[in-house]
């Protein structure tokens, strides 16, 4: 079965700081996508950053990049320069199967202090 | 702007009363999904569509139906609304590329 697992409930970073969030995965599939999201409070979900399992390079986007260890299963996103409009929860997700269905991690929850 | 409309944004309804909640796109893609969010669980797949009238089940599917006789709406009904299906309530839409586009979310409370 399909599996995202985020262990950190909640995380703090200073401004201007570079935080990492993790992600692991379980998947038999060797076809999948890994996502990661990032909802504000005020409840909107934001795509961010996609890596696809044949992806020979790491994602970035901007201030964000995915360090995808295939082997070790993880997806962990790395936030550099943090803002305080960083502060929000971040979701991992992971993309298998025919219906190109997401399943999500828990979350973290993430707060950036000046 | 994934043109992903979803209606109402807020409801209370009573236990044992029939909701439905509406999603609408714009993009005329293909799949389409539904999904609630509830805390310590983050997003659970309800159910989703690949096409019009052909929809499948997702991991939390129970007491949840779902219809798309348009490409463009995808309606999830509440048969019969208990307080465990209090949530937020996300629809998204799979986009040309990879990623999915959500909704701004419906706030549903079963009282």
């Known amino acids: 079965a399909q599996k995202i697992t985020q262990t950190q409930p909640g995380m703090f970073v200073q401004e201007k700081e570079a935080v990492t969030l993790d992600c692991t995965y379980d998947t038999s599939d060797p076809s999948y996508g890994l996502f990661w999201y990032k909802q504000p409070s005020s409840g909107e979900m934001i795509f961010l950053i996609y890596?696809?399992?044949?992806d020979q390079q790491n994602a970035t986007e901007g201030r964000y990049s995915l360090n995808f260890q295939k082997a070790r299963k993880s997806a962990n996103l790395v936030i550099s320069a943090s803002q305080l409009g960083d502060s929000a929860m971040y979701f991992c997700a992971m993309r298998w199967g025919g219906g190109n269905k997401l399943t999500f991690g828990t979350g973290t929850q993430l707060k950036v202090e000046l | 702007d994934a043109g992903i409309t979803q209606s109402p944004r807020h409801k209370v309804t009573e236990t044992g009363t029939p909701v439905t909640l509406r999603c609408h796109q714009t993009e005329n893609h293909r799949y389409m999904y539904w999904y609630r969010q509830d805390p310590g669980h983050g997003l659970r797949l309800i159910h989703y569509?690949?096409?019009?009238?052909?929809?499948d089940k997702g991991e939390v599917s129970d007491g949840y139906s779902v219809s798309r006789s348009k490409t463009e709406d995808f309606l999830l009904t509440l048969e019969s609304a208990t307080s465990s299906q209090t949530s937020v309530y996300f629809c998204?839409?799979?986009?040309?590329?990879?990623?999915?586009?959500f909704g701004q979310g419906t706030r549903l409370t079963v009282v």
């Open positions: 569509s690949y096409g019009v009238k052909d929809t």
């Open positions: 998204a839409i799979k986009g040309n590329r990879t990623e999915a586009f």
């Open positions: 890596q696809g399992s044949y």
